[in-house]
């Protein structure tokens, strides 16, 4: 690899398969790992922190029962890249490309852009199975990028 790529780059490009083919990948969180999200009640910071991490972390973070595609999703913390292959789209971490979770790219169909939280987008992951995760990321073209590569 050349050496004028970056960090995030080298790492969506680690631990291909040969002739796997990357095609898009960005920095997103997992909602049902997300900290720090604050409601509103004034002179109550932690608490309203807390119950802000409860709510996001447990409603529209997820759906589908135990054994659903979305239910494979094992527990992270922090950010993560999501990388679409032609073959896989999954999670790795960051740093060194280290897969943490990643299904066959036929398991994946639209991307839905959803309403946005402060300054994070948010967007779902919809499966064949009918179960969906959602994420948050910095910037609205990495949804636009995964649409492009995975439909919605």
Do not use: C
């Amino acid at each position: 690899m050349p050496e004028t790529l970056s960090r995030h780059q080298r790492s969506a490009l680690g631990h291909l398969a040969p002739g796997e083919q990357l095609q898009t990948y960005g920095t997103v969180v997992p909602v049902k790992s997300a900290k720090g999200v604050k409601v509103g009640f004034h002179g109550r910071g932690r608490i309203g922190g807390e119950l802000g991490d409860y709510l996001m972390q447990n409603i529209g973070a997820a759906s589908g029962g135990a054994g659903s595609i979305a239910a494979g999703l094992p527990p992270t913390s922090g950010a993560l890249l999501l990388r679409v292959t032609d073959q896989r789209v999954g999670l790795v971490h960051p740093l060194d490309g280290t897969p943490v979770w990643e299904v066959p790219r036929t398991w994946v169909v639209p991307v839905e852009r959803r309403p946005r939280l402060q300054l994070m987008a948010r967007f779902r992951l919809h499966y064949t199975d009918g179960s969906w995760l959602a994420f948050l990321t910095a910037r609205r073209s990495t949804i636009e990028h995964l649409r492009t590569h995975v439909g919605g």
